[in-house]
């Protein structure tokens, strides 16, 4: 896969340190720089890019003016929105942005776009390539279970009957609709096995199961509470560091 990319900031400095860190990314063909608002539409209509850098505070048009109008030109493009700010969080989610980033340019910060675009073009292959599958291998994939060692015997359970997991402690349990298992497993080792099949880790002591999510609010510094699709209907944290790839992960 191959991007063009549209840096729009009207701070020269700004837009050379972020052209540099891109240029070491393989993947970027060309690096397009626009000093403002107006200038990035004019951009984004010559180059076609696959993705575009907002910078949120420039003097003609804000970044968030510009993501609207570009919503209609191209709505193929992902944004990603820099400020130095964060409180602009929750209106560029609200804009579907594909990503944020904080001033001054962390590279790890802008790598992580890269990589979450190589994870999103792998899993569309890997798709691609499942619908070839002959059914009897497809049945195979499907009937996966995971193994929970209980008094007396084994107990099977498909993934996408599991909730949440949590740890307290050294206990780790499994938790689905009506009941909760204490497993052997460690947290890392259940997140390697369940990561395909829908478990994110939203916490240091907890994963959940992305299509279990009812709601998610916000709480205290940034951080969030999840309520899951359970029989309690439990309520899970987030920690503030795990928000932004939730959120990329669960919305359309």
């Known amino acids: 896969m191959e991007w063009k990319v549209v840096i729009a900031d009207d701070e020269a400095p700004a837009r050379e340190e972020l052209a540099y860190l891109l240029e070491q990314i393989p993947e970027v063909v060309q690096v397009i720089q626009a000093a403002g608002g ?36 191209s709505p193929q493009i992902k944004l990603i929105f820099s400020t130095a700010y964060d409180h602009y969080a929750i209106e560029a989610f609200k804009l579907r942005a594909f990503h944020y980033i904080l001033k001054p340019y962390d590279d790890n910060d802008v790598f992580a776009v890269f990589r979450e675009l190589r994870r999103i073009n792998e899993s569309t292959a890997a798709a691609g390539a499942a619908a070839d599958v002959d059914g009897s291998k ?17 107990k099977y359970i498909s993934p996408k009957d599991i909730i ?22 460690t947290l890392q080792d259940l997140e390697q096995k369940l990561e395909s099949y829908g478990l994110f880790r939203c916490h240091k002591s907890y994963l959940i199961q992305m299509d279990a999510i009812l709601e ?28 932004k790839d939730l959120r990329l992960k669960l919305e359309i």
């Open 38 to 73: 107006m200038d990035a539409i004019k951009k984004v209509k010559e180059h076609s890019p696959d993705l575009l850098f907002l910078d949120m505070e420039m003097p003609d048009l804000s970044g968030l003016q510009v993501a609207e109008i570009i919503h209609e030109l």
């Open 138 to 154: 497809l049945q195979q994939t499907c009937s996966v279970k995971l193994a929970l060692e209980i008094e007396g015997g084994i």
């Open 164 to 185: 949440y997991i949590s740890k307290e402690g050294k206990h780790v349990q499994v938790h689905t609709r009506e009941q909760a298992y204490e497993v052997v497993y």
């Open 216 to 243: 998610l609010k916000s709480w205290v510094n940034g951080a969030y509470n999840v309520t899951m699709d359970d029989k309690q209907q439990s309520v899970i944290p987030v920690s503030r560091n795990y928000v």
